[in-house]
């Protein structure tokens, strides 16, 4: 578990595609306050701030002219970003928590402007929100900004998708009746 | 597995998931020949049919609560082994993450699937969720499982 989160870890502290390091660890931050779980220490963007508080606390409760607002302030980019940051995060902050093992401190953001953006091949508004590369799925609903559909693609691979837990199922899961409720 | 999914899911208010997982959940157990009963996740005197079903879904709800408590895992441990406790909440984490990213970008449901599981929906509370209504239909049939399966190997 430990290089994945050191990758995560790593893969937010550097600047992205629309926020600096800085930014993106704050935006971190930012979800943990909103879980009472950090007090937040960084400057956003008001409109920021708020998505990042909705989407930690009751995300169902974004809808989509909240969305249309946010990106028409700060830009899809930026906001795709966001996304990615705040949920991440809480996903971590979740694992750590349920296995008792604390809230990991956040990274040192890495120094430097956002990186040029390069084209997005297919990228076009569909039936999402936001315009995404395929069809309304989680993997690609993060595909405007590949850098981190790839950061969270990685989490739900081991998390989710890993071979290895299935295995563990198998394992451990007990009688043949227990079995298939996995499968 | 797919019961922690769906728990969370349910406890994040997340319609996509809670749909999507809710029919992976019945098509295994159709399969296997067993019955399964959602109705556990919010209603604790129900027995899932699962075993550890009743420590699972305790587990899926404290990953959804402000303070995620490591109890209900150890008690999922007790029942189903270590190994299978590590694996619950890392799918419960995983999926508080995933219930974010789709209601942040507004991913709509399938409406055929909605309409096959309203009733298990609408006995589930999900039917009030406020992106419940947020669905689409596919333009060939069979093209979200092909892209799933492509996207996954």
Redesign the interface.
Same mark, same amino acid.
């Given at each position: 578990m430990e290089p994945l989160f050191s990758k995560t870890w790593s893969g937010i502290a550097v600047p992205g595609w629309g926020w600096t390091g800085s930014e993106r660890v704050a935006i971190a931050a930012a979800a943990r306050e909103a879980?009472?779980l950090a007090s937040f220490r960084g400057v956003l963007p008001d409109e920021a701030l708020h998505?990042v508080e909705t989407?930690?606390r009751?995300?169902? $409760? *974004? #809808?989509?002219s909240m =969305?249309r607002d946010v990106v028409g302030k700060i830009g899809l980019v930026r906001y *795709?970003e966001l *996304?990615?940051v705040? /949920?991440?995060v809480?996903?971590? #902050? $979740?694992?750590t928590? %349920? &296995?008792?093992l604390g809230i990991e401190t956040l990274p040192e953001p890495t120094g430097g402007a956002p990186v040029k953006n390069s084209r997005v091949r297919n990228l076009r508004p569909r039936?999402?929100? =936001?315009p $995404?590369t !395929?069809?309304?799925?989680?993997?690609?609903? %993060?595909s405007a900004v590949p850098p981190v559909q790839e950061l969270?693609n990685q989490?739900?691979d081991? &998390?989710?998708?890993?071979p290895t837990?299935h295995a563990?199922?198998k394992? /451990?899961? !007990? /009688?043949p009746?227990?079995r298939?409720?996995?499968? | 597995m797919e019961v922690v999914v769906v728990t969370v899911s349910h406890g994040n208010k997340c319609f996509y998931c809670t749909l999507g997982h809710l029919v992976a959940l019945q098509m295994t157990a159709n399969r296997k020949g067993f019955m399964v009963e959602p109705i556990a996740i919010v209603d604790p005197e129900t027995d899932s049919g699962i075993p550890g079903g009743r420590e699972l879904i305790a587990l899926a709800q404290s990953a959804v609560s402000i303070s995620p408590d490591p109890a209900p895992v150890a008690r999922v441990a007790a029942v189903l082994g270590e190994e299978a406790a590590v694996t619950a909440a890392e799918v419960a984490s995983a999926f508080m993450m995933i219930n974010r990213i789709v209601e942040a970008t507004g991913q709509p449901a399938l409406t055929k699937q909605s309409e096959r599981m309203q009733p298990a929906l609408e006995r589930l509370g999900a039917m009030d969720f406020p992106h419940s209504g947020l669905t689409t239909t596919l333009d060939k049939p069979g093209t979200l499982k092909r892209v799933a399966s492509r996207l996954k190997a």
């Open positions: 879980r009472g998505a989407i930690a009751e995300p169902a $409760t *974004v #809808d989509e =969305v *795709v *996304v990615a705040a /949920s991440i809480i996903g971590i #902050d $979740t694992m928590s %349920l &296995l008792g039936k999402a929100w =936001v $995404t !395929g069809l309304p799925l989680p993997r690609l609903a %993060l969270a989490i739900l081991r &998390l989710y998708m890993d837990n563990k199922w394992q /451990s899961a !007990g /009688s009746r227990s298939w409720k996995w499968w | -």
